[in-house]
């Protein structure tokens, strides 16, 4: 499986790093677009597989930052001769894209377009086998696990961080996790790294690559990495945009 980060930043662009989006591959799927935030268009059309490659976009929730490259996107690959689009999310997907295709009509019909809307629990989405449960934010946000084979990734999409989530990832060669603020920030709906760090603590994840980052950030990442290893005995990271990571069976990492 690969993951390739398309954006990783949050809802107040720096210029350095595009909205949420993740691409993933597999040899046993077909490529799975996560999210859709601005800029993520510009950083898919930067892959090997490009927006014709991707026809299905799951979304974590319906926050501007996750979804705003979503019209977009449709309209790129209408304009490419693709056929069709699934979009799938959480409860009020549908009315989320009728209402983007009502301000956009002049798109309405251009692809096949499929709508799904999945509740927590599991699923079979575009050849993986995913886990949803339900995050702690603003609005109803799901964090996802994937599986393909017996290769595991898991991505939080935006909460606070929680021992369900912690459970979703255990086992997984990667988890990514949204970390927005550095602890000095006082701040609810999104984790500090000291409460990620107390959650992860004794789950088996390869690796953990922190996203979703603010302004607030710049300048501490090395102090934010320290923060999660405090509690968290593992390897941790900050992700950054185009950054592609391989797993492979038995939580080998490339």
Known sequence: MKVTFLGTGSAMPTGDRAQTGLLLESESADPLLVDCGSGVLSALARTEV????????????????????????????WLA??????????????????????VHDYLRGRLELTVREVEAGSFE???????????????RSFAYRFESGEIAFTFSGDTEATAAIADLADGSVVLAHDCSFPDEVDVSNHPTPSQLGEALAGHDIGRVYLTHLYPHTDGN?????????ERFDGDVRVARDDLTITLREAGGLD
């Open 125 to 139: 989405l575009a050849g993986y086998d995913v886990e949803a449960v339900e995050g702690v934010h603003s609005m």
């Open 221 to 229: 990442h090395e102090a934010m990495i320290n923060a999660v290893r």
């Open 81 to 102: 001769g693709a056929d069709d689009l699934t979009v799938v999310g959480p409860a009020g997907t549908r009315e989320l894209v009728e209402g983007l295709l009502d």
């Open 50 to 77: 490009g927006y014709e490659g991707v026809d299905t976009v799951l979304l974590t929730h319906h926050h501007l930052d996750h979804v705003s490259d979503l019209m977009a996107f449709y309209k790129a690959r």
